[in-house]
């Protein structure tokens, strides 16, 4: 499976982006868990969101009210809206789905909140 992370740039706090993730490849149809992580310089890499299949949904509290995550199973793609973002959220972002083949990671995007 390859995943295929987008949307990162630069925002003002405060601001709003958009992250997609599209998987392609043999097991991409049977995504069970899709879920957003993100890794500041020095930091440990932290879960964000999470979606499962069923559509269970969690967040970390640091994002709870300002982020909302989605899928689509039929197109295989996920997404991150984040709202209101502020200057501790700039970060790497993830994208890592689960399947019965295996788990798998996208090769980041990068979110800078700077004014």
């Known amino acids: 499976v390859q995943l295929q992370a987008s949307g990162g740039g630069l925002v003002q706090p405060g601001g709003s982006l958009r992250l997609s993730c599209a998987a392609s490849?043999?097991?991409?149809?049977?995504?069970?868990?899709m879920g957003w992580s993100r890794q500041a310089p020095g930091n440990q890499r932290e879960l964000v969101a999470s979606?499962?299949?069923?559509?269970?949904?969690n967040y970390a509290d640091s994002v709870m009210g300002r982020f909302t995550i989605s899928r689509n199973n039929a197109k295989n793609t996920g997404s991150l809206q984040m709202n209101s973002l502020k200057p501790e959220d700039t970060s790497v972002y993830y994208c890592?789905?689960?399947?019965?083949?295996?788990?798998?990671w996208g090769q980041g995007t990068l979110v800078t909140v700077s004014s």
């Open positions: 490849g043999r097991g991409s149809g049977s995504i069970n868990y």
């Open positions: 979606i499962l299949k069923n559509g269970i949904i």
């Open positions: 890592n789905i689960r399947t019965p083949y295996g788990a798998y």
